[in-house]
């Protein structure tokens, strides 16, 4: 966080509007944070908003700076290349059409509409809100933020079970669905729940009749603030790379009492309190291993107490096999933690620790400053809120590779152990039995190939971070965009691969990104990818093929990538290679099963 | 009696000038940025500081400083 008089002022209590007022007025005038530019499409006056969402912005190290579209001017910002919309350049649009503002009558006068009406009119609700959206994509690289349907004012109806209230509220559970349907199928395009929002709060905490009446502002003050922090919670997570690890403590973190003291019939973890907080503590925590979250433990005990308890206690959700890394010995647990990310090959910076004792908290947060750390409470019973709150593991894009991500890191340990014991590491990749396989980016492996190009730090010869659109401008320009993924004995490891070819000139290539995701490094498979590419190339007539490295902190790794490949250096200064097409041929490694996805 | 000084430093907050620029005689006609929304902003602040609910007459009709203590006043009594 920022270090300067907004900084300190952010660390004040901030609560009324007229406190969001003045410390918004002193965030304009800040140039540390980050900025980011939004543009507003609604049906009312959003711009009341604005202070809101900038503080909320700021605290999370963002300086916005808004542009309010005209209310109910959808269609003329978006299909006008000239609106102020485009002009304001923005990274993030949001887009809030109230169904209240559109269709009044489908909220007050619900029950005059036959079946087939209902149909009709929401079919034309998603139609608009489709057209508006494929065009904004085609036309701009901002993510997009829809607002869903919700509505502070549904039918006058006295009693809420009544058949008539239900089926509207069932209709508009529909239109969601639908515009969460459609939504998917935009590339960045993400969905706040409105409707969540408003039956969250209750509809009289959310309205004052007076702002509507009088000015079109459907909230009031204190529920203008809570959609502000939505809104920039929203943006912050869109934006940041969430946490891929969680280091957890054993002895009342995953039960209470102390094992090594109590014994494996002493401590608490039973479908009764107290033991029951610890159970429902344990089967969270196997939720976020459900969604990627890699596990690992770092504990100060005797081993063999706590594989007792893994193997012999029948309330213990957690297994040793869910764990890909365990670090149970009397070292301090930063260095623990240290061990943990270079076996899993993960950086500090996206481990999350979680220890009851605020001792080893400090320690860790000292020794490590990159380690996320979660303020565990002292009673148990709020762990959850407080890991919930953490915000960490806050992640919008849930691809198939993070769902099996966790199982991926366990077959790495796998693996690992396997080659210490293996004859030569040749002998151990021909055991490997790998097959990996390429193909050009298409719609289903977009969203993968992003997430890659922007969190791939070690192996990575250039680290330019691309956006989907991005991509899509690239093949649009005639570059040939690569992915590969790989599977051997030990399971699929999915996409791991990435390559960004570009021609230059006639007939001469480029490779603009080339990178392989960390747990497959050393394992030839590098060589076998650029094969392929060689192979592809020569296919359309290539004759040279240039290659770069820009040396960052993390990718010294792939430094000598093309030396090593028999590439020339042409360019000492900016890290130019050049292979020869006509002259050079990549050999493949022999243990590698090579196939295209045609 | 009305907290004089908070009420300036509501009204500075919210239309971003210095409280020393704002006397009893001023309004939207007098201070540029003393728009429509931004009167808005200041119904909802003062509300919101004074702990209080002003009806949309009251509300409209707050057009200067003085306005503002006369209408706040009677509404505090209520």
């Excluded at chain 1, 365990?326 to 076996?343: F, R, V």
């Excluded at chain 2, 300036?8 to 907050?13: G, L, P, Q, R």
């Amino acid at each position: 966080m920022v270090k300067d008089t907004v900084g300190q002022l952010l660390t004040e209590i901030i609560k009324t509007p007229s406190d969001y007022s003045r410390v918004s007025r002193e965030i304009e005038k800040d140039d540390l944070l980050d900025k980011i530019n939004i543009s507003y499409l609604s049906s009312y006056t959003s711009e009341i908003l604005n202070p809101f969402i900038i503080v909320e912005l700021a605290k999370k190290g963002y300086k916005g700076s808004i542009y309010y579209a005209p209310f109910n001017q959808f269609e003329q910002e978006i299909h006008n290349e000239d609106s102020g919309l485009y002009l304001s350049d923005p990274s993030v649009v949001l887009i809030h059409s109230r169904i209240e503002d559109t269709h009044p009558d489908l909220i007050k006068r619900f029950a005059k509409y036959s079946d087939s009406e209902l149909t009709n009119l929401s079919d034309e609700i998603i139609q608009r809100h489709k057209l508006m959206l494929e065009d904004l994509r085609r036309k701009s690289d901002a993510k997009i933020i829809v607002i869903n349907f919700g509505s502070s004012q549904m039918i006058e109806e006295y009693f809420d079970s009544s058949p008539v209230v239900q089926s509207q509220q069932i209709y508009f559970q529909k239109l969601n669905n639908s515009l969460l349907d459609l939504c998917n199928k935009i590339i960045s395009c993400y969905v706040i729940d409105y409707h969540k929002f408003f039956t969250g709060l209750g509809l009289d905490n959310c309205s004052d009749p007076k702002l509507f009446y009088m000015a079109r502002i459907p909230f009031n003050s204190s529920s203008q603030i809570t959609f502000g922090k939505i809104i920039a919670r929203m943006i912050y997570v869109i934006f940041r790379v969430p946490a891929k690890c969680i280091v957890l403590d054993l002895d009342n973190t995953l039960w209470g009492g102390v094992v090594g003291e109590d014994g494996i019939s002493g401590i608490q973890l039973s479908d009764e309190y107290p033991g029951n907080i610890f159970k429902a503590f344990q089967r969270a925590i196997l939720g976020l291993r459900d969604q990627g979250v890699i596990l690992s433990i770092a504990s100060k005990n005797n081993i063999d107490d706590v594989l007792e308890v893994f193997e012999k206690h029948t309330d213990c959700l957690l297994k040793k096999s869910d764990f890909s890394s365990m670090q149970i010995h009397w070292e301090n647990k930063a260095s623990s933690i240290e061990k943990i990310s270079k076996e899993l090959n993960i950086g500090l910076d996206s481990i999350v620790f979680f220890d009851d004792n605020p001792a080893e908290r400090d320690w860790v947060r000292a020794q490590l400053p990159d380690v996320k750390v979660v303020e565990v409470p002292k009673n148990p019973i709020n762990y959850l809120k407080a890991l919930h709150e953490s915000k960490f593991f806050d992640s919008l894009i849930m691809t198939n590779e993070d769902r099996v991500r966790a199982d991926i890191y366990q077959q790495e340990q796998q693996r690992k152990s396997d080659l210490f014991n293996s004859v030569s590491v040749d002998d151990f990749l021909r055991e490997l039995k790998m097959k990996i396989k390429i193909g050009f980016s298409d719609d289903i492996t977009i969203t993968r190939i992003e997430q890659l190009l922007n969190k791939t730090n070690q192996f990575n010869l250039t680290t330019k971070r691309y956006s989907s659109s991005d991509i899509i401008k690239i093949i649009s320009d005639g570059g040939k965009v690569l992915w590969l993924s790989s599977a051997d004995r030990y399971g699929d490891n999915g996409i791991v691969g990435v390559a960004i070819l570009i021609e230059i000139k006639h007939k001469i290539w480029i490779i603009d990104s080339m990178l392989l995701s960390c747990r497959v490094i050393g394992r030839k498979i590098e060589t076998a990818f650029l094969a392929e590419i060689v192979e592809i190339l020569k296919s359309e007539s290539a004759y040279e093929l240039y290659g770069q490295y820009l040396p960052t902190k993390k990718n010294h790794i792939v430094s000598d990538f093309y030396k090593k490949h028999s590439f020339k250096l042409t360019d000492k200064k900016n890290n130019f290679w050049k292979l020869n097409l006509n002259e050079s041929d990549i050999i493949k490694p022999i243990f590698i099963q090579v196939s295209r996805n045609d | 009696m009305i907290d004089d000084f908070k009420l300036k430093e509501v009204i500075s907050n919210v239309l971003g000038i210095p409280t020393v620029e704002i006397n009893n005689d001023s309004s939207p006609d007098s201070i540029e940025k003393w728009d429509s929304l931004s009167h808005l902003k200041l119904v909802m602040a003062i509300e919101s500081e004074f702990n209080v609910e002003l009806s949309p007459e009251d509300s409209m009709d707050m057009l200067s400083v003085k306005l503002i203590r006369i209408i706040l006043q009677d509404a505090l009594k209520k």
